[in-house]
């Protein structure tokens, strides 16, 4: 039950307490219905996605690119505060978890219309690649061609850890006045090749959360552990998508 992705941990569906799996009153966690909820997050995040880009376009026709900086970065903070209080009392996420989408929404629309303004058609792509990849690895993983063993699992979840550590060093870098490392942002060759390892990584973290998501399906998981699971599944396809974003950014560079 090992996974790289914060929100599904092995310890998810566990008591805090006891360490015995959690069983709920209202029904058991089932596949269609995380696949139902997943949607409904995504369209939640379009919705918040068009909403963010329109006000992006209003602010540069007005001459005042600065009006759209409250989406982005209350968007960015106040999405990552709900996903924290999600991750703590996953009981919330029925309500927490649309909130999330919906934060998610405006940054990612906003971030995403600052992308298409330099480069012309690159949001397009980034959103087909996503979805493509999320195609193609589901039915990687329901045909057998991918499994997720626990080698498998080691690996990826020590990768994640490792691109979560280099992110955060950098930052801190930054915060004190030092160059930082500029491979993860430039477009030179080996800062596309960090992209492209860092989209394999994200990619590979939807494999660990299709086996999370069955693993909670087949122990008899609470209902509302299919918004929780919906929520995890979005986490990782904003990540996958910001850092296919970013790889293609580099590439037009």
């Known amino acids: 039950m090992r996974s790289g992705n914060p929100a599904l941990r092995a310890s998810t569906f566990l008591d805090a307490g006891s360490g015995a799996l959690v069983r709920g009153d209202a029904g058991t966690m089932s596949l269609n219905g995380?696949?139902?909820?997943?949607?409904?997050?995504?369209?939640?995040?379009?919705?918040?996605?068009?909403?963010?880009?329109?006000?992006?376009?209003?602010?540069?026709?007005?001459?005042?690119?600065?009006?759209?900086?409250?989406y982005v970065w209350g968007g960015a903070i106040g999405g990552f505060v709900v996903a924290l209080a999600t991750i703590f009392k996953k009981e919330w996420s029925p309500f927490t978890a649309p909130l999330y989408a919906a934060l998610e929404g405006l940054f990612l629309g906003a971030a995403?219309?600052?992308?298409?303004?330099?480069?012309p058609g690159i949001v397009i792509q980034a959103v087909g690649l996503t979805f493509g990849t999320l195609a193609a690895l589901l039915l990687a993983y329901r045909s057998g061609l991918i499994k997720a063993t626990e080698n498998f699992k080691l690996g990826v979840v020590a990768a994640t850890g490792g691109i979560a550590l280099l992110y955060l060093a950098n930052i801190g870098m930054r915060l004190f006045g030092f160059q930082g490392m500029g491979f993860i942002h430039e477009g030179s060759t080996i800062g596309i090749l960090f992209s492209v390892g860092v989209v394999i990584v994200a990619a590979l973290n939807l494999v660990l959360d299709?086996?999370?998501?069955?693993?909670?399906?087949?122990?008899?998981?609470?209902?509302?552990?299919?918004?929780?699971?919906?929520?995890?599944?979005?986490?990782?396809?904003?990540?996958?998508?910001?850092?296919?974003?970013?790889?293609?950014?580099?590439?037009?560079?």
Not at 44 to 60: D, E, N
């Open 34 to 70: 995380t696949v139902n909820k997943t949607a409904l997050l995504l369209v939640v995040t379009l919705a918040g996605a068009l909403f963010s880009w329109s006000q992006f376009s209003a602010a540069m026709a007005a001459g005042n690119p600065g009006a759209i900086m409250p």
């Open 112 to 119: 995403s219309a600052m992308f298409e303004l330099r480069y």
């Open 210 to 253: 299709f086996d999370f998501i069955e693993q909670g399906v087949e122990r008899g998981a609470p209902k509302y552990m299919e918004w929780y699971a919906a929520f995890g599944l979005l986490v990782t396809l904003v990540w996958l998508y910001l850092e296919i974003l970013r790889l293609l950014g580099k590439t037009r560079r």
